[in-house]
């Protein structure tokens, strides 16, 4: 069982940037593969970045590659997503999720808004 929480939302101007966490309660951070997900208004939740459990190995949606890096420390039990370059359509609610086997583990999202 992992509980996530994510944090580091807000508004921000367009080119600006924004750094996401997600912090993970639970036994064996560093057993799961990471990702972030959005969902914008009205739109179903599309996939951003995901990365391997050890940190090796990472994969961006074509939308972010670029601008956006994904990076785990499993120290903390941490998993971030820096934003930069922002534009207005990556405002969305921003989710992290946790797989090792079976259904990911969710968060309940952070709201990222972007203004232009």
């Known amino acids: 069982q992992v509980q996530l929480q994510e944090s580091g939302g807000g508004l921000v101007q367009a080119g600006g940037s924004l750094r996401l966490s997600c912090v993970a309660s639970?036994?064996?951070?560093?057993?799961?593969?990471m990702a972030w997900h959005r969902q914008a208004p009205g739109k179903e939740r599309e996939f951003v970045a995901d990365?391997?459990?050890?940190?090796?190995?990472?994969y961006y949606a074509d939308s972010v590659k670029g601008r956006f890096t994904i990076s785990r420390d499993n120290d903390k039990n941490t998993m971030y997503l820096q934003m930069n370059s922002l534009k207005p359509e990556d405002t969305a609610i921003y989710y992290c999720s946790a797989v090792r086997s079976g259904s990911p583990y969710w968060g309940q999202g952070t709201q990222v808004i972007v203004s232009s």
């Open positions: 639970g036994r064996a951070f560093n057993t799961y593969d």
């Open positions: 990365i391997s459990w050890s940190g090796d190995k990472t």
